[in-house]
């Protein structure tokens, strides 16, 4: 026997949709699941490798400022992707967010954000920009209030957030990690 969903009911539908499984598993136990589903999302970390910093950005978010009070995330530039690849979705999103026009990306992973709760999976990329590249001054798309701030920070204060687990952001964390693989000496203070 395999696992089979049986029924699913929506329970809201907007900007996301929000349905309850009815799940058959192969042993044959019969449960209920909430499924959040609003599509994939793609997230970039924008990493100037001649001046040793990054672009991040820093918004409120909801959840977080119901869950912990927390008024403003600082995190990779990231969104949804509608209609488009995962790569058109990073660059667009890196301009809007970040001001910032971007060439090539490197494809780190494509991971599920909560597996347990919702269908989203995230495309991690980073990609290398100089401060030619800075076309505007970012701050979020038009008519979205975003109210996003843009922060250029040093990878070795980064580097040290992260040791001080101070990234709370987990896609923010993981590519932070993944540069911090591959590009080491990027993280060492200046002379």
Known sequence: MSITIESRTIIY???TTLSLARVCLADGTRLERVIEDHGDAATVLAYDPERKCALLVQ?????????AGVDGVVETVAGKVEGETAQTCARREAFEEAGVELGTLEHIADVWTSPGFTTERFSLFLAEYRAIDRRTAGGGAEGEHENITVLE???ASLSQRLKDGQIDDLK????????????PELFASCP
């Open 172 to 183: 923010t964390l993981a590519l932070l990690q993944a540069l911090l693989l591959k590009r």
């Open 153 to 155: 920070l040093p990878l």
């Open 59 to 67: 918004q409120f978010r909801a959840p977080a400022f119901y869950r």
């Open 13 to 15: 539908s907007g900007w």
